[in-house]
C-alpha cells in the first residue's frame, strides 16, 4: 500500500485530506452506495457531493475545501465488493487511480490494468473480468518521444520537439551537423534534387560554402533574380530552392550558418518551415457525401466538407506562394481530395470519378467506389459508422489511382476523421510519405459509455471498428493536428477527446492502457478560417447581390409552408434566432427548441429560424437524422409553437450561408449553436465573421472561439434557463448585440485565417519529416504492433458488419 504522501506531483492534494478528511470521505461514499448504484461520472459525483458537503453540519470549512479540491475533476467513482476506487484528475493530462477500503485510513494507489479489470467485473462481473484477455500499451513506442510538462503547453507539439532537438544540437553539434547535411542532400522536387548537391561532402564544407555564397550574393545587391546567380550557386554546391532573389538566398544561407552553429530552437523551425519540401498532397475524406454543391446537410456531410475544400484551396495557394518565393517559379503544386464515388448520386456530382475544386488550379477530387469482396462496385451511400468493411479495397484502388494522378507518390498525405485517418494510414505506408492527422472529431466522448457498453450499441454504432480505427489511426499518424486545444486537453474538468482514449476498457474485446497520451509532442492546435470571400460583415452593403438576399429573406422568413419548409411567423419583424447543422443528435436542434418552447419571454422577444437538411423524417434512412425529426415536431405542438418558428430544409451553397447569416444580422438576431458537443464550430466564426453575435456550447471547440462577454456567451446548453437567457439578453440589448457584432468581426479576423493554417500545416510537416528522417523513434516496432492490430482485432470485427 502506497502512502498518498509519496506522490510529489499530487501532494497538494492528498496532504490536505486529513483523517477527519478520510472520515467523511467514507461518509461520502457511503452516500454514495446508499443510491443503490456502483457507477458515477463526473456530474453525478459533483451534484452527489455538493449535497453531501451541504447536508453536513459537522464539517468544517477547512475540510470541505480539501474534499471539493481532491473530487474536482474526478472522472468515475466505482464500487466493487468494499473498495471504491475513484479515477482522479489532478490536472490536465494526469490521472491518479486510487481506491479505499472501509476498514483503511489511507488511500491505495492502483494500476491502470487493475482498474479496468474493476471497470469491467462492473459490466461482466467479477468471475469473466478476471480472465485476462487483449492489453493495449502503446507507450514503449513512445518511451523517447518528447514530452510537454505543462499542459498549458499541449497542441503546441512542434515547439516542443524544436526545443528537444536543439538540445540534441547543443549536446552533440557534430551528429546534429551531420543529420541535418543528410537531410538536405535527400529534398528533392519531381524526382530531382532541390537545395544542396554532392559537392557539399561534409558539414565543414557546408559552412565554408555557405560563408563563400553569402560573400558572393552581398557584392551583387539583393534584387538579382535566382536565374543569374544560379550557375556559380552551383558551383558553391548549392541548387534552386533557397529564394527568387539574391537577397532572399542570401538570408536563407545566413539562417543556415546560424542554424548549423547555434541550438536556438525557433531560429531551426524558421529555417526548416522555409524549405520547399511539400508538392503533391493527398486529403483523404471518404464518408458522407464528398461534393461543391447540393451536398451539405445531407447524412454524415456537413461542415468537414466545407473545411477540405477550403484547407485544399488554401494549401495550394501557400504552396505556389512559398514555390515563388524560393525561385521554384516553374513548379505547381498538385493536390487530391480523395473521397468515395457514390453511383446512385442523388442528383449530385458524387458520381464523377474526378471533378475540378472550383477556385484553384491544380486541385482535383478523385473519387473512389466501395467495393464489395468480389469487386463489385457499392452503389448506394453507406452511413460513416457501417463503412468499415469497404476501407481496405478502398485504400488499395486509391494507391493505384493517386500513383497515376500524381505520376508518383505524395509528398504528404492528411486524413480528415477516423475513416480518412485509416485510409491514411495505409497509403501512407505503402507510399512512404508523411501522414499529417486532421482531427474534427472523436466518437467515443460524444456517446455516453460507448466504451463499457460497446457491446450493446455493435449492431447501430459499431464501436469495435470506430475506436480500434482510432487507435491504430493517430498513433500511427506523423504529426496531428485539431481545431482546438479542448480536442486534446479538455479542461480542468473535462478529458479532452484524445486524453478520453488515453485510457479506457471494451469489456470482452480488449483494455487499453495507454492509447492516446496527450503529453507526447505530436499534437498541435492549428484551427480553420472562414473564406473571407464568402464570410464578410453585414454592413458591406455593396458587396452583396440585392436579387439573392432577397430570394434567401423569403425563402428563409417570409414564404408560406411548403414541401421543404415548415411554419410560418405571426410576426417576421422580431429578431431571429437562428441555427443551422445536421440533425445529429449531438447537434442538438431539438434542445434549441425545446429551451425556446421553455421560455415564454424569449418567444415573445424573437423568432426560432433553423435550417436543416429535411424537415421529412419519411425522406430519410438515417436512424439520427428521423429520430431528430420526431422529436422536433413533438416540441413544436407540446409547445404550440406555430406561428413562432421556421424551420426549413435545405442545403445552402457557401454563397448562400454567408448572405443567409448576413439576413439574420440586418435584423438584429443572434447565431445559436447548442451542440452537446462540438469539436471546433465552424460556423460559429462564419456567424461571426458577418457580424451576427454568437451564443454556443460550453461543450468544445465554440468555448475557445468565443471569448465570453466580448464577442458573444458561452453557455452550458442542457442549462436551459441560462441559454434561453442569453438569446434573450443579445437580441432585447441593442449595445450588446452591436458590441458582439463588432468584437467577432475582429475576432475572426485576428486569430481564424486559412493562409496562417496552411502555412502551419506545411511548416509542420517539414518538421516532423526532418524527426522521421532522424530515425530517433522505434518506428520499425511501432509500424509491426499497428499491423498486428489491424489484423487481429479490426479487420475481423470490420468483415463481421458485412454479415449483419
Not at 484477455?133 to 516542443?160: N, Q
Not at 510519405?433 to 457491446?455: G, I, N, P, Q
Not at 419571454?601 to 438515417?622: E, G
Request: glycine share 8%; aromatic share 10%.
Amino acid at each position: 500500500m502506497l502512502p498518498v504522501s509519496t506522490h510529489h506531483e499530487h501532494a497538494r492534494y492528498i496532504d490536505l485530506v486529513s483523517p477527519q478528511g478520510i472520515l467523511a470521505i467514507k461518509h461520502f461514499y457511503r452516500a454514495l452506495r446508499d443510491t443503490g448504484e456502483s457507477f458515477f461520472l463526473m456530474d453525478q459525483i459533483a451534484e452527489h457531493l455538493q449535497a453531501f458537503l451541504a447536508g453536513d453540519a459537522t464539517l468544517d470549512g477547512k475540510t470541505k475545501a480539501a474534499l471539493q479540491r481532491l473530487y474536482s475533476g474526478c472522472q468515475e467513482i466505482v464500487f466493487l465488493g468494499d473498495h471504491t476506487y475513484a479515477l482522479l484528475r489532478p490536472k490536465i493530462g494526469v490521472k491518479r487511480i486510487v481506491r479505499l477500503h472501509p476498514q483503511e485510513d489511507r488511500f491505495e494507489e492502483v494500476s491502470r490494468d487493475h482498474y479496468l479489470q474493476v471497470k469491467d467485473a462492473y459490466v461482466q462481473g467479477h468471475e469473466i473480468a478476471s480472465r485476462r484477455g487483449l492489453l493495449i500499451d502503446f507507450e514503449p513506442f513512445f518511451a523517447d518521444f518528447p514530452k510537454v510538462k505543462d499542459p498549458s503547453g499541449m497542441g503546441e507539439g512542434i515547439s516542443l520537439l524544436n526545443r528537444h532537438l536543439s538540445g540534441q544540437m547543443y549536446r552533440e553539434p557534430g551528429r546534429f551537423r551531420t543529420a541535418l547535411l543528410a537531410f538536405l542532400q535527400s529534398c528533392s522536387l519531381n524526382g530531382h534534387n532541390i537545395l544542396i548537391n554532392d559537392y557539399l561532402s561534409s558539414p565543414d564544407r557546408l559552412l565554408r560554402e555557405c560563408e563563400n555564397a553569402q560573400s558572393m550574393l552581398s557584392d551583387i545587391g539583393p534584387d538579382v533574380p535566382y536565374s543569374e546567380v544560379a550557375h556559380d550557386l552551383r558551383k558553391l554546391g548549392f541548387d534552386a530552392g533557397w529564394g527568387r532573389t539574391s537577397g532572399i538566398i542570401h538570408e536563407a544561407l545566413s539562417q543556415l550558418t546560424r542554424v548549423m552553429e547555434s541550438s536556438d530552437p525557433e531560429l531551426f523551425e524558421r529555417f526548416l518551415g522555409r524549405l520547399p519540401l511539400i508538392r503533391k498532397v493527398v486529403m483523404v475524406s471518404p464518408h458522407g457525401w464528398f461534393a461543391q454543391d447540393d451536398v451539405l446537410g445531407k447524412p454524415d456531410t456537413g461542415g468537414q466538407v466545407t473545411y477540405v475544400l477550403d484547407q485544399a484551396r488554401a494549401l495550394e495557394k501557400r504552396m505556389q506562394e512559398h514555390f515563388n518565393e524560393c525561385g521554384l517559379e516553374t513548379v505547381m503544386p498538385e493536390i487530391v481530395i480523395l473521397t468515395r464515388l457514390i453511383p446512385n448520386d442523388e442528383g449530385t456530382t458524387c458520381s464523377q470519378p474526378r471533378e475540378k475544386v472550383l477556385g484553384s488550379a491544380h486541385a482535383w477530387i478523385v473519387r473512389v467506389p466501395f467495393r464489395d469482396d468480389g469487386g463489385n462496385i457499392i452503389h448506394d451511400w453507406i452511413s460513416r459508422f457501417r463503412i468499415w468493411p469497404y476501407l481496405e479495397n478502398f485504400a488499395e484502388e486509391a494507391a493505384s489511382v493517386i500513383t497515376a494522378e500524381f505520376q508518383g507518390k505524395p509528398d504528404l498525405i492528411i486524413g480528415h476523421y477516423s475513416d480518412g485517418n485509416l485510409v491514411a494510414h495505409r497509403l501512407a505506408g505503402e507510399m512512404d510519405c508523411t501522414h499529417c492527422a486532421a482531427v474534427h472529431a472523436l466518437e467515443k466522448t460524444k456517446y455516453l459509455f460507448s466504451d463499457m457498453r460497446w457491446a450493446d450499441m455493435e449492431h447501430e454504432y459499431h464501436w469495435s471498428c470506430q475506436f480500434t480505427a482510432d487507435i491504430i489511426a493517430y498513433n500511427s499518424a506523423d504529426y496531428i493536428i485539431s481545431s482546438s486545444y479542448r480536442e486534446i486537453g479538455g479542461t480542468a474538468d473535462e478529458m479532452g477527446m484524445f486524453e478520453s482514449y488515453e485510457c479506457f476498457t471494451m469489456p470482452g474485446l480488449y483494455r487499453v492502457t495507454s492509447g492516446m497520451d496527450p503529453q507526447l509532442a505530436r499534437y498541435n492546435i492549428v484551427p480553420p478560417g472562414a473564406s473571407e470571400e464568402h464570410f464578410y460583415p453585414y454592413t458591406e452593403k455593396d458587396r452583396r447581390v440585392e436579387p439573392v438576399t432577397q430570394s434567401l429573406y423569403q425563402a428563409l422568413l417570409g414564404a408560406e409552408p411548403d414541401d421543404v419548409s415548415v411554419g410560418r411567423l405571426d410576426d417576421p419583424s422580431l429578431p431571429p434566432i437562428f441555427a443551422m447543422s445536421r440533425l445529429d443528435r449531438v447537434k442538438n436542434l431539438p434542445g434549441l427548441v425545446e429551451l425556446y418552447g421553455k421560455s415564454e419571454s424569449l418567444r415573445k422577444s424573437a423568432n426560432l429560424v433553423f435550417l436543416s437538411s429535411l424537415t421529412d423524417a419519411s425522406q430519410s434512412s438515417d436512424i439520427e437524422e428521423i429520430e431528430q425529426i420526431n422529436r422536433i415536431y413533438a416540441l413544436l405542438d407540446e409547445y404550440d409553437l406555430h406561428g413562432h418558428v421556421r424551420w426549413r430544409g435545405a442545403r445552402l451553397d457557401k454563397l448562400e450561408t454567408g448572405e443567409v447569416y448576413r439576413i439574420i444580422a440586418d435584423r438584429g438576431g443572434v447565431f445559436a449553436q447548442p451542440a452537446f458537443m462540438e469539436t471546433f464550430g465552424l460556423t460559429v466564426i462564419e456567424a461571426m465573421a458577418c457580424g451576427l453575435p454568437v451564443v454556443v456550447t460550453c461543450f468544445g471547440g465554440p468555448a475557445e472561439i468565443v471569448l465570453p462577454g466580448e464577442c458573444g456567451e458561452v453557455v452550458n446548453p442542457n442549462h436551459h434557463e441560462e441559454f434561453a437567457a442569453a438569446l434573450e439578453g443579445v437580441v432585447s440589448t441593442p449595445s450588446k448585440w452591436k458590441g458582439y457584432s463588432n468584437a467577432g468581426i475582429e475576432r475572426v479576423s485576428d486569430a481564424f485565417s486559412w493562409g496562417a493554417h496552411a502555412g502551419k500545416v506545411l511548416r509542420l510537416a517539414n518538421t516532423y519529416a526532418y524527426w522521421n528522417y532522424l530515425g530517433l523513434m522505434n518506428r520499425d516496432a511501432l509500424d509491426q504492433y499497428v499491423h498486428t492490430l489491424y489484423h487481429t482485432v479490426y479487420r475481423p470485427r470490420a468483415q463481421a458488419i458485412i454479415g449483419e
